[in-house]
């Protein structure tokens, strides 16, 4: 009677879940939904060929201090690197003293407290310190920022599908509202079109966003000598290169111990092969006949049988 129930209350449920996918899918076919204007004129990260990438991939340390340069003298006014401390600089080739200058003429102090008085004080940075935020707290930052919060970079490129691809794409891809048109040549509708203090850019998400164009010209960062030309995408190359960098900062080890982890499997897999066959190579299969028609068996069956008066 229970699984009688059971069955009847399984059945029912499960043409309930039935009518519902039948109903839920003629609705959508009857009533198709209309397309998103974000959705059309959306545009997929560019592809961004970098030395890091691939299983064997390596940093590039002049376009990663290149992309730090950019940071710094673009990024850095609004956007924090909160899990990067100055001496992880080390790792570009930058030197002990020049780490010491580096933080040291950050233009964001770092906050502390008065020893004298108690209260609150900011103090230059020092190579320990993690790269200081350019705002007091979120409420300052979004005050600053038409109430937008400006994300931290450490992570960005982890954060954000397409890692290094989607930055310099948003960097470079700041385009006309007005003149804007899709691969289907059809122009921005004016409800789409970006309102005040906000900013066109068809590879964000909702195709507005609260960032002005940072990269607005070739040659706005100064490179040394003997560096490419800093055009606007050389200059959104390289710092998406240092912000990949920023978020895993150990990558170079991990393919380096990947491969040794690889290589070492291998050896051993071919080793284990061998042992295998060394071991078993003289071992013959012996089948064994079992089951009632076993004489070994039958004989057992037999006596069982005669001890408790079984006939047969």
């Given at each position: 009677m229970v699984r009688l129930i059971g069955f009847l209350v399984g059945f029912v449920f499960a043409g309930m879940l039935l009518i519902s996918l039948i109903g839920g899918l003629a609705d959508y076919f009857q009533n198709p939904p209309e397309p998103d204007v974000a959705h059309e004129f959306h545009l997929e990260p560019k592809h961004l060929a970098l030395a890091s990438d691939g299983p064997l991939g390596k940093f590039d340390k002049a376009q990663l201090q290149r992309g730090f340069q950019v940071y710094k003298e673009v990024c850095a006014a609004c956007h924090g690197l909160s899990l990067v401390s100055f001496r992880d600089l080390h790792a570009l080739g930058y030197e002990e003293p020049e780490i010491k200058k580096i933080a040291e003429d950050w233009a964001t102090q770092v906050p502390s407290i008065n020893p004298e008085t108690g209260e609150a004080a900011t103090r230059k940075a020092l190579p320990s310190d993690r790269f200081p935020s350019p705002y007091a707290n979120e409420t300052a930052a979004r005050a600053a920022n038409n109430n937008a919060l400006p994300p931290d970079l450490s992570l960005i490129t982890k954060a954000r599908e397409g890692g290094a691809a989607y930055i310099h794409s948003l960097l470079t891809g700041y385009r006309n509202a007005d003149t804007y048109k899709n691969e289907h040549g059809q122009p921005l509708p004016a409800e789409a079109k970006p309102a005040p203090g906000l900013h066109f850019n068809p590879y964000f998400a909702n195709l507005n966003l609260a960032m002005p164009q940072p990269l607005t010209a070739n040659g706005q960062v100064t490179y040394a000598p003997g560096n490419p030309a800093p055009t606007v995408?050389?200059?959104?190359?390289?710092?998406?290169?240092?912000?990949v960098w920023t978020a895993e900062p150990n990558l170079e080890r991990r393919h380096a111990a990947g491969i040794a982890v690889s290589i070492f499997l291998?050896?051993?897999?071919i080793l284990g092969?061998?042992?295998?066959?060394?071991?078993?190579?003289?071992?013959?299969?012996?089948?064994?006949?079992?089951?009632?028609?076993d004489p070994e068996n039958k004989a057992k069956s037999n006596r069982a049988k005669g001890k408790a008066g079984i006939a047969g």
């Open positions: 995408d050389q200059m959104a190359t390289d710092v998406s290169a240092f912000l291998l050896i051993g897999s092969y061998f042992a295998y066959r060394q071991i078993w190579r003289d071992a013959k299969r012996k089948v064994r006949v079992t089951g009632a028609l």
